[in-house]
């Protein structure tokens, strides 16, 4: 029965060892170690805001197709049948017609404004006419015209143009995507290093944990030993409650830290483990201005598209110069035609007899004051005065911004130099009030204030540090250089 009994207990250890080991196995594969450098290349390859950034420079690409399409090459063809038994007046003309009729056509125009056209005609007819010589016969045609803008649209003058402003305005808004995609990078890599504070936090409040804890115990065995009073007891174990408090906040907030880079990242298992793999602290160092600034100008996206804006307007204005012309179109048109009782001889006889139609003529259309053409031409010019200015503006917002984020970085270097040795020296405040602890010369309400303000130095040091790793985000993305450090691509 002994034997039975401790049999029992030994597979009861082994399983529970089992069951230990298999959730040991678990937590370690769920737990996924992370760098800065993954969660850059992971937001630019799934970040859904990314995604649609993408698009919406894909779909304004369209519109070059739709602003070349005025080019394209039109096949026009028709068939007709008419039967034809209408009264007239006079007993000379026909009493029954029928008419079968095919057309097949091109038409295309040319960047110089040109339109061509070439058609071609047969008509097959069986009439009833003592008026005509032949009543039953093919006729057969093919006819070449040209029309030529000479005023609006002086040799296509307009729809080159308009081709060259919608490729302005693609690559605006490719620049528009491209912000977009960096703003998405940016808040992925501030949401990493906002992990890591949250585990710096964690940790800096789990030390404090354990020194609230040891201090608990040594009370505890003070009291039991009737050498210290309630009422620090009470004060210890109070204040250790507070640190317990303190932790469970700070795993709070992680995970809701991890949730939020997980969002970004487009990750839906929500039960992984992030464990950040680089360090809050790194090297300080002093940044220029004015090295910064020449990287904005040339970097700076919102001023490309001001300066493509007003390249835009100036083609406008030509446009609209262009518009105050009068409407001058020469036109000229070629035809032969061949009539024959078939079908293949009136074919034949387009090109082999000397029977042709030549037409050339000149049109003009001329607005009487022309209001509408002058106040558009107005209007374009007060927008690129107004562009003009908008890029005065953007040049002092870049300094402003550029100016605005150095200050920051380096006075946040400045910052994390005094709080690291404040850090030290209530360190070292602690050290030494334990000391005086040992030889009863020191308070409960001494060592808590101590660790308090220990508690309160190392987490301002780990919050500047975090904004100095953003700060160095923030001064990337102001100069639009943020995306250029990790993405070679094209968009």
């Known amino acids: ?33 992370i760098s800065i450098a993954d969660v850059t290349r992971l937001a630019l390859e799934n970040s859904l ?11 304004e690409r369209t519109s070059l197709g739709k602003a070349k399409s005025i080019f394209d090459t039109f096949v026009n063809s028709g068939a007709s049948y008419e039967d034809d038994k209408k009264k007239t007046a006079t007993t ?43 009543n039953n016969y093919n006729e057969s045609s093919i ?58 936090e964690l940790n800096i409040k789990s030390d404090m944990l354990k020194k609230a804890e040891k201090l608990y115990s ?66 300080l160092h002093c940044v220029d201005v004015y090295e910064i600034l020449k990287e904005a100008i040339s970097h700076r996206r919102d001023y490309k598209i001001i300066k493509n804006k007003i390249e835009s307007q100036n083609i406008d204005i030509k ?45 003009f259309r001329i607005p009487f004051r022309n209001r509408s053409a002058k106040a558009d031409l107005e209007k374009a010019r007060l927008n690129r005065e107004q562009l003009l200015l908008f890029l005065k503006r953007t040049e002092r917002l870049i300094l402003k911004e550029i100016y605005n984020k150095v200050k920051e970085v380096n006075s946040l270097k400045n910052r994390i130099e005094l709080l690291t040795s404040i850090s030290k020296l ?34 301002n040091l780990a919050s500047s540090l975090f904004k100095y790793r953003v700060s160095l985000i923030d001064l990337d993305l102001a100069k639009n250089t943020l995306l250029d450090k990790h993405w070679k691509g094209a968009l």
């Open 92 to 134: 000379l003309s026909r009493t029954k017609t029928t008419t079968n009729e095919y057309s097949l056509g091109v038409e295309k125009k040319l960047p110089t404004g040109s339109r061509l056209k070439i058609d071609t005609e047969h008509s097959l007819v069986d009439a009833n006419s003592s008026s005509s010589a032949i």
């Open 426 to 459: 209530q360190e070292n405040k602690l050290k030494e009030e334990m000391k005086h602890f040992s030889y009863g010369r020191s308070s409960s309400d001494i060592i808590i204030r101590h660790e308090e303000d220990i508690l309160q130095a190392r987490l």
């Open 319 to 363: 446009i609209k110069k262009n518009a105050l012309w009068p409407e001058i179109d020469l036109e000229a048109s070629f035809l032969k035609n061949g009539l024959a009782s078939n079908y293949q001889d009136s074919w034949n006889q387009t090109s082999d007899e000397n029977n042709y139609e030549f037409f050339t003529g000149i049109t």
């Open 218 to 283: 040594i009370y505890k065995e003070s009291y039991e030993r009737g050498t210290v009073e309630k009422t620090d007891l009470f004060a210890v174990e109070a204040n250790m409650r507070a640190r317990k408090n303190g932790v469970l906040v700070a795993h709070l907030e992680k995970e809701i830290a991890k949730n939020n880079l997980l969002f970004l990242l487009n990750e839906e298992d929500t039960h992984i483990h992030l464990q950040p793999v680089d360090p809050l602290a790194t090297t």
């Open 49 to 59: 805001d990314i995604q649609i950034a993408r698009i919406d420079a894909y779909k």
């Open 143 to 200: 006819k070449f015209s040209l029309n030529q803008s000479l005023g609006k649209n002086f040799f296509g003058l307009t729809d080159r143009s308009e081709i060259k402003i919608t490729k302005i305005n693609i690559d605006n808004a490719g620049y528009s995507s491209l912000d977009e995609i960096e703003n998405a990078l940016y808040k992925a890599q501030t949401a990493y290093w906002n992990i890591v504070l949250k585990e710096k």
């Open 1 to 33: 029965m002994q034997n039975k009994t401790i049999l029992i207990t030994i597979l009861v250890f082994l399983l529970l060892q089992i069951s230990y080991a298999e959730k040991i196995a678990d937590n370690t594969s769920s737990m996924k170690q």
